[in-house]
């Protein structure tokens, strides 16, 4: 008994891990696919990728649905393609292969929830928890790995990818269900039973809920990868700027994770989980986390997490008593609409139709909670309102061993959560300390960073921080920074850059302002920050985070903005004005650091110089379109231009300025901009030797060649 136990626990084990390289690669697909319209700037073709999902439709073909029911493996070793997909440099390739393994992991999974509902086994149980669980083990990975999961295909050694363990981990849980007996010759027998055909009456039954259980599945995966794939996603959904109104995601990431396995602990409760008292609960709170910031709303967030753990069991259940190809053929394509949509509210001015679903991400979490509806309302019609087979019931003594199975396997992942927490916490809140206090100097930065994805589809984030590290910035503005999305991997790398190098971090706009991101560190305390939504009638909605940093004891206001498109004058001029206004009535020093989209001295440069009341860094520099440093009651040290490696398409501008004591008025003092030679200043006032001739990891002083000094 106690071999066979073992065995079976084995067996859960190798499917959990199964179950993670799933969700590896569901979350790196739409990354991976992302990668191409970035650099388009529109519709690419590659987008067709995110098809590859519906593989399980090929499960209405007779042949092959007998050839996957004996042959489980060979979806599994299809799904490992996709971790495997990080061998290959080409990214075109590289997109190809982690499509294969999206197919693999999604035929993978429709095979599970056909062959395996035989009555009386507990096999449909198992696989269902196992898929639960492997959402979990890969949470708690990524809360240990900054937000990353070291699988995916835009990982590798370099940037502290694990792909060489996570495949060979792999090729052992495929060994397992290569070599695993049958339960009992019963099954086979069993399951060839189920095999019906169309005119069978018991296969019409069965037939008449797929529609809803279709849709409920696509609500269901949409929701757990969108809002829960990662601790983090949440937690930025109701972030709003400082002084904090809700959680940090370290330790509260941790708080999510507790959320899903309770709800994954008693789904086997369909009588409740499936109840509508119990949806109109989660649509409240979906309401929650989608309007309202802080605290309430994630706590919103937590209970919905909790309520989809609670149902995922019910809902995927009856998708098994469905028709499986057409079904789950349904279901995946309804998840892909609701994945196009989540892009759509943001990427509106780039896509077909996009002013339909311009900024209304609460249309989409509506469309998810109605589907949710269809797919609990058919869970319930089939699971509760029918006579349960006594064996099959949740009170079997076959539900009750895999039960305790699985939630020991969900219990272990959540205390690892909490360790990964426990283990990050003393980075996450140590107090930055700024780089040459004694000089009362700030060195203010600017980078467009691309969505942490490099120009040849790996993370960044590992480069990002070196020369963050190496150009010794106190405050910088990253734009084009939201990755909490599903196209851009669910992910937070402003916490690793935060955590790695002591800073303050402010996100900036919530992912549900529908903006493409600006982000700030800083080594000063944030004392306030607000997140703007700058005027953008016709094209992308352009942001801005304006905070007050105590800046060597005294109040120093720094803009970080990041503009609309050249193709939209009228968008330019209304945010430029903002910002100026902005700027215009703030009463403190001041440092802009921003993308404009203008030439120096045009119009929109004048409304946001002359009417910010603000300071060019250098009024000289003819060579610039998109990004400019200004500012106002500070005294400028020097300027510097650093070329952006392979990182991304924009350079990163850096400035350092002198913030007057306490007590010392400068507001009448006028800049001089007579250049001086660096020596003319003491070496802590000199920006890095490392960027000069050809620079380090393809960062180097650029279009000056060195850096300018100013008296």
């Given amino acids: 008994m106690a071999g066979a136990n073992a065995a079976q626990m084995r067996h859960f084990l190798a499917d959990t891990y199964l179950s993670f390289v799933y969700w590896t690669v569901l979350t790196s697909l739409g990354l991976c696919i992302w990668y191409f319209p970035l650099w388009h700037m529109g519709i690419s073709g590659y987008e067709v990728a995110l098809l590859s999902n519906i593989s399980p439709v090929v499960l209405g073909v007779p042949f092959i649905r007998r050839v996957i029911r004996r042959h489980r493996a060979i979806a599994a070793v299809l799904g490992l393609v996709g971790v495997a997909a990080y061998a290959i440099a080409n990214p075109t390739q590289r997109l190809l292969a982690v499509a294969v393994g999206s197919a693999g992991v999604s035929l993978s999974l429709g095979a599970a929830l056909y062959t395996d509902k035989v009555q009386g086994t507990g096999r449909l149980e198992r696989d269902i928890q196992a898929w639960e669980a492997g959402l979990l083990v890969s949470i708690a990975v990524r809360m240990l790995f900054q937000t990353n999961n070291p699988v995916w295909p835009t990982m590798n050694e370099a940037n502290g990818g694990w792909n060489k363990t996570g495949l060979a981990l792999g090729v052992l849980a495929v060994l397992d269900v290569v070599t695993r007996k049958s339960d009992a010759m019963a099954e086979v027998h069993e399951a060839k039973k189920h095999d019906l055909s169309p005119g069978d009456s018991t296969a019409t039954k069965r037939q008449a809920a797929w529609v809803p259980a279709a849709l409920g599945f696509g609500g269901l995966l949409f929701a757990l990868h969108s809002m829960y794939s990662d601790s983090a996603i949440i937690g930025r959904w109701s972030w709003d700027g400082y002084p904090a109104t809700g959680p940090q995601p370290v330790p509260w990431g941790g708080l999510v994770i507790t959320a899903m396995a309770a709800g994954f602990s008693v789904g086997h409760r369909a009588d409740l989980a499936t109840g509508m008292l119990w949806w109109g609960v989660a649509s409240a709170n979906a309401a929650l986390i989608t309007l309202v910031s802080g605290w309430p709303g994630f706590a919103g967030g937590l209970a919905l997490g909790f309520y989809l753990g609670t149902v995922t069991r019910s809902i995927l259940r009856v998708v098994a008593l469905c028709p499986p190809g057409r079904t789950l053929f349904a279901g995946m394509l309804w998840y892909n609409i609701l994945v196009l949509g ?80 426990a283990v990050r916490l003393p980075a996450a809140t140590r107090t930055p300390v700024p780089f040459h206090p004694e000089q009362r100097l700030i060195t203010s930065a600017i980078w467009t960073v691309h969505f942490d994805l490099d120009n040849d589809m790996w993370l960044a984030e590992n480069r990002i921080i070196e020369a963050v590290r190496d150009l010794q910035v106190d405050v910088m503005g990253f734009l084009e920074s939201d990755t909490e999305r599903i196209i851009m991997g669910g992910r937070d790398w402003t916490q690793r850059v935060a955590e790695e190098l002591s800073y303050y971090v402010d996100y900036g706009p919530s992912p549900r302002k529908h903006t493409w991101g600006c982000a700030m560190i800083s080594k000063f305390p944030i004392k306030n920050s607000t997140h703007h939504l700058l005027p953008s009638p016709v094209g992308e909605l352009a942001c801005a985070i304006h905070a007050t940093l105590d800046v060597h004891g005294r109040d120093v206001d720094v803009i970080v903005s990041h503009n609309g498109q050249e193709e939209n004058p009228l968008d330019r001029k209304l945010q430029t004005t903002e910002l100026a206004r902005i700027m215009r009535e703030s009463q403190n020093p001041f440092i802009f650091t921003g993308y404009v989209v203008t030439k120096p001295h045009a119009k929109n440069y004048k409304i946001l110089f002359d009417g910010g009341r603000i300071h060019d860094i250098d009024p000289t520099d003819s060579d610039r379109w998109c990004q400019y440093i200004g500012y106002r009651g500070v005294k400028r040290v020097g300027y510097a231009r650093v070329s952006r490696g392979t990182i991304t398409d924009t350079e990163i501008q850096v400035g350092k300025f002198a913030v007057p004591e306490p007590n010392e008025d400068i507001s009448a003092w006028l800049p001089s901009y007579q250049r001086v030679k660096e020596s003319h200043y003491a070496p802590e006032y000199h920006f890095p030797t490392v960027f000069r001739g050809k620079g380090v990891r393809g960062h180097f002083y650029h279009v000056f060649k060195e850096p300018r000094y100013f008296e």
Avoid: C, K, Q
């Fill in 342 to 421: 989540h892009v759509w509210v943001v990427a509106y001015e780039f896509v077909p139709g996009g002013p339909l679903l311009r900024e209304r991400t609460w249309l989409i979490v509506a469309a998810t909670m109605l589907s949710l509806y269809a797919g609990v309302r058919a869970a319930r019609a089939s699971l509760v309102s029918r006579p349960v087979n006594a064996r099959d019931g949740p009170d079997s003594p076959v539900a009750r061993t895999l039960r305790h199975r699985a939630r020991s396997v969900f219990w272990v992942a959540v205390v690892a959560g909490w360790a990964a927490m």
